[in-house]
């Protein structure tokens, strides 16, 4: 009985590892036709600054809608884009999208607003890196400040010498650059010293319960403050209530995403969000 137990435990377990494989399988070679098949789009999320009240802009989400597996997420497709090579043409192609984006709503005037860009860990060691945004931005006649970079913290691990390298090479050139679910990697913190970074984004598990939790607002208040004394901006992620928002501002949290501000949304949406955001802040 034991000996049936532990063998169908083991079948178990291999059936759901093969279909977890063939899964990443089947997404892998999905993925390697999504960009010549026009499956892939980006959504746009805005950025509110809160002193201030005003759209600051927006950051760049993937979309990948597949004909038969449906909505997929980033969340699933870019660990496997990053294990199977797929990663650095995926990466191009967010650069070349999120940039042309930017370059409409410049032309329209709207100058002061930032394309805030994920990198993968991937792309972020990639020599041609830097040769590849510039040339993006040259073709878009864009100035370095109208788009950020948001790397993880496991983008700086590695080879720290070569990331300091990669850092200094994208802020020399004008780019500033963010460190996304800041407080989740497993890095130290003395990075921060290190490297010349711009912003820190609040991881939104610290900002999903901030209301009930004194330990996730301590977390919030201690990374706002240290923040604060290296003279870096933040920015709260997930932040899905107006509750939540005036909590963080009165934390001192410079800036804010999330669903109350607004969700991702495709580019002509978003350029009515623009429109209407400026409206408001003429009036
Ligand atoms: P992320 O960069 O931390 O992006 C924030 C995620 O939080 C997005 O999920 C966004 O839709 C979601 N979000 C925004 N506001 C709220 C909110 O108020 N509540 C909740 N519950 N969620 C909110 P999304 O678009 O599914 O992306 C997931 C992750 O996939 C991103 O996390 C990023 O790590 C990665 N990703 C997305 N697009 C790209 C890309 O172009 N390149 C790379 N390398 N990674 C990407
Ligand atoms: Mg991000
Ligand atoms: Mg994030
Ligand atoms: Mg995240």
């Known amino acids: 009985k034991a000996k049936e137990d532990g063998r169908n435990k083991y079948c178990f377990f291999t059936a759901g590892m093969q279909s977890q494989f063939n899964r990443q399988l089947q997404l892998e070679n999905a993925l390697r036709l999504a960009i010549t098949n026009n499956q892939l789009q980006l959504a746009y999320q805005p950025q509110l600054c809160l002193e201030k009240n005003t759209l600051t802009g927006f950051e760049a989400l993937l979309r990948w809608q597949h004909p038969e597996l449906g909505f997929i997420s980033p969340a699933e497709f870019i660990p496997v884009a990053e294990h199977s090579g797929l990663m650095i043409k995926l990466g191009e192609w967010v650069l070349q999208h999120a940039i042309q984006q930017q370059k409409r709503w410049y032309q329209h005037g709207y100058t002061e607003l930032v394309m805030a860009i994920n990198l993968s860990p991937v792309q972020f060691r990639q020599p041609e890196l830097l040769d590849i ?21 496991s983008a700086m691990v590695e080879d720290a010498e070569q990331a300091i390298k990669t850092v200094d090479a994208i802020r020399h050139k004008g780019i500033s650059l963010a460190i996304d679910d800041f407080g989740t990697g497993y890095s130290s913190l003395s990075y921060l010293k290190r490297f010349h970074l711009s912003k820190l984004k609040i991881d939104q598990s610290f900002v999903r319960e901030l209301l009930d939790s004194p330990e996730d607002r301590a977390i919030v208040t201690a990374i706002i403050r240290m923040a604060q004394s290296l003279g870096l901006r933040t920015i709260a992620e997930g932040v899905e209530t107006a509750e939540h928002q005036s909590l963080l501002q009165q934390l001192g949290c410079d800036d804010i995403q999330g669903y109350h501000y607004g969700r991702p949304m495709p580019a002509e949406a978003a350029t009515a969000f623009i429109q209407q955001a400026f409206v408001h802040q003429q009036a």
Do not use: F, R
Not at 133 to 153: F, Y
């Open 133 to 153: 945004i510039s040339t993006q931005l040259e073709l878009a006649k864009l100035p370095a400040h109208c788009i950020e970079l948001e790397i993880t913290e």
